[in-house]
């Protein structure tokens, strides 16, 4: 089976633009969780996507936003770009999002904010 | 909120010698999941531990659920240089248990 693919991998922005990363999780897996990573705050959850709703979010302002499409792909929004979103932007797929489901994660999306 | 801390923040070990990290969470977990991510890298899923007092082996890795189910171990045994990376401690968290809770993370460098 073919593994989590997110694009672009690198992304470089501007202060005030705004990005969408895109998600494609593992074939038969319907949820989708997005992760941030930074050398300051690790590995933070931002939200999570089971059959096209989002179940669960993270502690982030209403600037981060995403969604799901019918075919499980998702998207993630940043709007009005801050310097501080200089991240490590992780998609994780799961077969059903439940508790002991094992997250896979993608390879991840570069994002520096300039 | 839910917290799971993790130590130490780095270690750097002689190939051949031993590792562990620790991890502990702020609540019982239901589960603890451990991941770990190559410099450059993407988190990558090694184990569950689901039981209480669980104890499960990977070839040089053993993986330790406590009896409490709130702290957890990773112990290497004879550690080489492609174990070299971050290793992460997560908890499930939320309604679904969809939400991953994960600790700072543990670098190991490993001298050859």
């Known amino acids: 089976k073919a593994g989590v693919t997110q694009t672009p991998r690198y992304l470089i922005k501007t202060r005030g633009q705004q990005v969408t990363l895109s998600c494609s999780p593992i074939?038969?897996?319907?949820?989708v969780s997005w992760y941030q990573q930074t050398p300051g705050q690790g590995l933070q959850f931002l939200f999570e996507?089971?059959?096209?709703?989002?179940?669960n979010k993270g502690n982030f302002p209403g600037r981060f936003s995403g969604r799901q499409f019918s075919n499980s792909r998702s998207e993630m929004n940043v709007s009005t770009l801050e310097l501080g979103d200089s991240a490590l932007y992780l998609c994780?797929?799961?077969?059903?999002?439940?508790?002991?489901?094992?997250?896979?994660f993608g390879p991840g999306t570069r994002l520096t904010v300039l | 909120g839910q917290q799971v801390m993790q130590i130490p923040q780095y270690q750097h070990v002689q190939e051949g010698e031993d590792f562990t990290t620790y991890c502990n969470s702020s609540?019982?977990?239901?589960?603890i999941q451990w991941y770990k991510q190559r410099p450059g890298g993407h988190p990558v899923f090694l184990i569950q531990?689901?039981?209480?007092?669980e104890v499960k082996k990977q070839k040089r890795l053993t993986f330790q659920f406590g009896e409490a189910k709130k702290n957890s171990s990773l112990h290497i045994t004879a550690t080489q240089t492609t174990d070299v990376g971050t290793y992460f401690c997560?908890?499930?968290?939320?309604?679904?248990?969809?939400?991953?809770?994960f600790g700072a993370g543990t670098i190991l460098r490993v001298k050859s």
């Open positions: 994780a797929s799961s077969v059903a999002g439940g508790y002991t489901d094992t997250q896979y």
């Open positions: 074939s038969g897996h319907r949820s």
């Open positions: 996507y089971f059959s096209e709703t989002q179940r």
């Open positions: 609540t019982t977990l239901s589960n």
């Open positions: 531990l689901v039981k209480s007092g």
């Open positions: 997560a908890g499930p968290w939320g309604e679904y248990g969809n939400k991953l809770v």
